[in-house]
């Protein structure tokens, strides 16, 4: 299985973007999709997730309210919506699956699959 993510790029703080994770087959019945951010000098940190249906979703405490998962199953596809975008948001951002038990999807190492990354710049 792999992971492409798109839809990095440069914008101006107070803008919106979406980014999205195509996957090339089914990761599993049950897989949890996850995005997670890096920045230079930065651990990685988790972002967001959403659970194999799409009922249930958690967020970091920095993004939340300002950036929606979701997901398409049908296209075997993940989104992540970005809005109110703050420099601090500059990092490399990764989409990454897994099947492991949902209350452990913040943590990086419960995911198998992990997309190559996409950057996402924000200006002052």
């Known amino acids: 299985v792999q992971l492409q993510a798109s839809g990095g790029g440069f914008v101006q703080a107070g803008d919106s973007l979406t980014l999205a994770c195509v996957a090339s087959a089914r990761p599993g019945n049950t897989y949890g999709m996850g995005w997670f951010r890096k920045s230079p000098g930065k651990e990685r940190e988790f972002v967001a997730a959403?659970?194999?249906?799409?009922?249930?979703?958690k967020y970091a405490d920095s993004v939340k309210g300002r950036f929606t998962i979701s997901r398409d199953n049908a296209k075997k596809t993940a989104y992540l919506q970005m809005s109110s975008l703050k420099p601090e948001d500059t990092a490399v951002y990764y989409c990454?699956?897994?099947?492991?038990?949902?209350?452990?999807?913040?943590?990086?190492?419960?995911?198998?699959?992990w997309g190559q990354g996409t950057l996402v710049t924000v200006s002052s």
């Open positions: 959403i659970s194999w249906n799409g009922a249930t979703t």
């Open positions: 990454a699956a897994s099947s492991a038990n949902w209350v452990r999807f913040t943590d990086g190492s419960v995911y198998r699959y």
